[in-house]
T-cell receptor, first 113, second 114 residues
Framework: QKEVEQDPGPLSVPEGAIVSLNCTYS??????FMWYRQYSRKGPELLMY????GNKEDGRFTAQVDKSSKYISLFIRDSQPSDSATYLC?????????????FGKGTLLTVNP | KAGVTQTPRYLIKTRGQQVTLSCSPI?????VSWYQQTPGQGLQFLFE???????NKGNFPGRFSGRQFSNSRSEMNVSTLELGDSALYLC?????????????FGPGTRLTVL
């Protein structure tokens, strides 16, 4: 079993839809949870960053972490064609001098005008 | 500030050759990590360097190696290339302080092994 599982999609939605992206994980040591967005032919860019359980909102984006279920989500409200990209969840444990990120495989999202 | 830069952006090699990829982190960032991205395995951690020392290493064979220079620039080397080494190689730099493990990625080097 991989440490982080993410549905690869692809996911296709109409403009304005609410998008829900999810990851599950098995390593209970993960404390930091991130969502990266990767456009075609580009490197990943950090979108959302959450420590431990709870919700975090930033504009149209909301990240949720449920450590009891080992489940994290990213919600995109009022989705736009410019949101079309691959979304990667990433996780990190608290270990001194260990900054390895463990990624899901990514979900390809297309928002249709 | 300029972002993370990687050179070259694209590279074609044949099996058995070796390759060196270069990464310049964001100014002031001393930590550099390397990741391999493939359709089958996704993003996988290769290694991390801080102040010219390798601090962590992923589960890759010894053909994959790296180094970091005093100006924090980093190189990774792959020897005896195999077809399966075809991938996007991403470099990320991390600032000291700030959010724990916030990493900034470069655009990557697309390596094709024929």
């Amino acid at each position: 079993q991989k440490e982080v599982e993410q549905d690869p999609g692809p996911l296709s939605v109409p403009e304005g839809a609410i998008v829900s992206l999810n990851c599950t994980y098995s390593n209970s040591a993960f404390q930091y949870f991130m969502w990266y967005r990767q456009y075609s032919r580009k490197g990943p860019e950090l979108l959302m960053y959450t420590y431990s359980s709870g919700n975090k909102e930033d504009g149209r984006f909301t990240a949720q972490v449920d450590k009891s279920s080992k489940y994290i989500s990213l919600f995109i409200r009022d989705s736009q064609p410019s949101d079309s990209a691959t979304y990667l969840c990433a996780m990190s444990a608290i270990r001194s001098s260990n900054y390895k990120l463990t990624f899901g495989k990514g979900t390809l999202l297309t928002v249709n005008p | 500030k300029a972002g993370v830069t990687q050179t070259p952006r694209y590279l074609i090699k044949t099996r058995g050759q070796q390759v060196t990829l270069s990464c310049s982190p964001i100014s002031g960032h001393r930590s550099v990590s390397w990741y391999q991205q493939t359709p089958g395995q996704g993003l996988q951690f290769l290694f991390e360097y801080f102040s010219e020392t390798q601090r962590n290493k992923g589960n890759f064979p010894g053909r994959f190696s790296g180094r970091q220079f005093s100006n924090s620039r980093s190189e990774m080397n792959v020897s005896t290339l195999e077809l399966g080494d075809s991938a996007l190689y991403l470099c990320a730099s991390r600032p000291s302080g700030g959010l724990h493990n916030e990493q900034f990625f470069g655009p990557g080097t697309r390596l094709t092994v024929l």
